[in-house]
């Protein structure tokens, strides 16, 4: 009997772009070296020198990566296994297989350094990708730094994020071994309505559950995810079991991403013909997400220009990953040396406040057991605007190369963050979501501290989606109805005292 079979059993309760060619190659990316001032060779067989002048300010024209990366090939510790709640032992194929397709399960456990992305996804890509990196130019010159921001800019996507580059390939997966429905969890609806578009492209049925804080917030992006076909219920629900024992103890519960996974889980885990799909926190989720980060080095190249700091926005670390893995598998071959900086909300650090430890990745304890940075499967964080950064863990392959000491965190209040969007969208001309918002403000920071210092940085920033579905956000921001929430220390300390006490 598979692990989430006997959890929940009755006993146990082609559009052409112009392709720019780097050293003659588009992929190899390991053997990939930064070079100031390359030489750059297009396709229609003229030369030009990566300058300020001949490379636009998108830099789109470069090629779509026809590989993932995994990080994992590359760390010089191997992350901790995750484990089955019931026996404790390292997870099976066969534990995860109630929830996830088998291809999906091989790239999870995969120690492969590149997998290749199959020729129907890499199609549905070329929808939006190669996306732009851009100079901030404007920002910088309202900030007066000598810093150069440059941003890698997801919003360009079909349904606005970064969420396409995973759901895509899940949804292909499970079409290609004949699931007929797909459930799902989402926060403020990016990932949500992201597996609903990959969902109607492949023939397949899609119910969401959205966190209710977000569910209530932002109702055009449940009419996204119900215009691609999906069905949407607000977390929690009396759909499922989870939903309800939360409802019991809490009626006006503003739900989280933990409660959501226990409800789209268990639905997957009871249906034969459906299957569970993660917007974050897996192997797998990361491992597609690293197609930013692989067209960002090439992109930077273009420029002429190597990071001195690269930030990005984290909740279960999905974007963060995306961009970051690939740069550091640089960082580790000595090529550059740029510092690494995960930002997050205030109301809920994982990184900054939580303990590492191995902890279930929702509330009713369905899922695995695994090894990150947690601030408790029961701690239900305030109802901040960036709906997507609330969840209670970091993904684990995040936590381990924090725990390595490869990256560093921060935590932001909202208010900040919202300060900081307002500059970007004033100059830079783009409303961003909420949650890379955290980025922009931590991006603006270490601008500021160039200018006092006088130091000419390269920032690189992740900007992961447009906020044209958050503006009643702004409006309680520029209304001065915004407020910074935390959460009380009693609160965060019982959630804590519930992880499972294992010794690792």
Sequence with gaps: ????????????????????KLGGKDQGLGDFSLNKKPRLKISSGFGTKANGAAVNATCTAIEIPHQWYNIVADLPVKPPPQLNPMTFEPVKPEDLSPLFPDELIKQEMSNDKFIDIPEDVHDVYRLWRPTPLIRAKRLEKLLGTPARIYYKYEGVSSTGSHKPNTAVPQAWYNAKQGTKKVVTETGAGQWGSALAFASSLFGLQCEVWQVRASYDQKPYRKLMMQTWGANVHPSPSD????????????PSSPGSLGIAISEAVEVAATNTDTKYCLGSVLNHVLLHQTVIGEECLKQMEAFGDIPDVIIGCTGGGSNFGGLCFPFIREKLKGRIDPLIRAV???????LTKGIYAYDYGDTACLTPLMKMHTLGHDFIPDPIHSGGLRYHGMAPLVSHIYELGL????????????QGAIQFARTEGLIPAPEPTHAIAATIREAIRCRE??????????????????LPSYDNYLQGNLVDLSFAEEKLQGSLAKIPRLVS
Excluded: W
């Design 1 to 20: 009997m598979g692990l989430l079979s006997s959890l929940l059993s009755p006993n146990s309760y082609p559009i052409s772009r112009p392709i720019l």
């Design 239 to 250: 759909m499922t079991e989870a939903g309800r024992r939360i409802l019991e103890s809490d």
């Design 344 to 350: 997050e909300p205030t109301a809920c650090p994982s």
């Design 407 to 418: 990256m560093e965190a921060i935590a932001i209040p909202q208010t900040e963050c919202f």
């Design 453 to 470: 210092t006088g130091e000419a940085k390269v920032i690189l920033m992740a900007m992961c989606g447009h906020g044209h579905f958050d």
